[in-house]
């Protein structure tokens, strides 16, 4: 009896095609076993039936190679080993799918949809969630979820267009197809806002903001600008100052030699009041300053 059974179950582990139609066996992937140029795993299948039929000295466990079988086309997983397997024949070979065990049963409510990945060490550590609610718990809008512990989340499109999320680097780049970069830095503390070669960059340490490129705007768009000139700058209003000094009191000077020599011509003598001569200086010495813009157009 026992020699019967074991001939009937060596022959449809080792030929699925010899066996009775419909067998199915229960095992679990080996790990390292995973052969993606294939899509076959190595199963460790054990029989507690068949274990209480043979003799003691025979070991009922068995390893069998087996096809993946993946619940849709394009949608693939790299077993990492230890995932619990079900063995079923398919045109003449055995096919595995995957259980759910202990460690990777779902608590997706109703009507979602999770994808977690195990890293080597089986460890999750990123997950893709297609939830009930968008924005607000519970509105019904749904909602993508993508993330978890992993070190990168990274979104692009055909066009190449992309967003990483980088914990390694601690960034967050977003990158336009036309080469329009915004990065925010948590190393630097800086946040930048590149085109081509003209910049933008807010640094928090410095406590800075920096325009970097060949002509610079401030107060307005660069075409709604004044008509291009240089800057004001206190130098020149220094230059200035100094200059409406000397010819002031150059001035007040000639004004006192004139009053001087018209008095002492005058016939009979003249007397001029000091409120008179206060006021001539006065007059002499309020020079008109032009105010400067708020607005200054650069040009290189």
Not at 93 to 117: C, K, L, Q, Y
């Amino acid at each position: 009896m026992s020699e019967s059974l074991l001939s009937i179950v060596s022959a449809q582990r080792n030929d699925p095609g010899s066996g009775a139609p419909g067998a199915v066996l229960e095992g679990v992937v080996m790990a390292g076993s995973w052969n993606p140029a294939e899509g076959t795993v190595q199963v460790l299948v054990g029989d507690t039936a068949l274990a209480a039929a043979l003799p003691d000295s025979y070991d009922s466990a068995m390893v069998v190679t087996a096809t993946i079988q993946t619940p849709q086309i394009g949608d693939q997983y790299g077993p990492v080993g230890g995932e619990r397997a079900i063995l079923h024949e398919a045109q003449g070979s055995w096919v595995a799918t995957f259980e759910h065990g202990p460690d990777d049963t779902p608590n997706a409510p109703s009507g979602e949809r999770w994808i977690v990945h195990r890293n080597a060490s089986g460890v999750a550590d990123a997950y893709l969630k297609l939830t009930n609610s968008g924005p607000t718990n519970g509105d019904g809008l749904g909602g993508t979820l993508v993330g978890g512990n992993g070190a990168l989340t990274a979104a692009t499109t055909k066009s190449g267009h992309s967003v990483a999320l980088n914990d390694t680097a601690r960034t967050i780049t977003t990158t336009t197809a036309g080469g329009l970069k915004g990065l925010l830095d948590d190393v630097t503390q800086q946040i930048s806002h590149i085109a081509g070669s003209a910049s933008t960059v807010i640094d928090g340490v410095a406590n800075t903001i920096s325009h970097i490129a060949g002509t610079v705007g401030v107060g307005d768009t660069f075409t709604s600008q004044p008509a291009t000139q240089a800057p004001i700058a206190n130098g020149d209003l220094s230059t200035f100052e100094n200059s409406l000094h000397t010819q002031r009191l150059s001035d007040l000077e000639n004004l006192a030699t004139a009053v001087s020599e018209g008095l002492a011509q005058a016939s009979p003598a003249v007397t001029l009041p000091a409120a008179t001569i206060i006021g001539l200086i006065a007059s002499l010495a309020h020079i008109s300053v032009p105010s400067g813009s708020g607005t200054v157009r650069v040009t290189p």
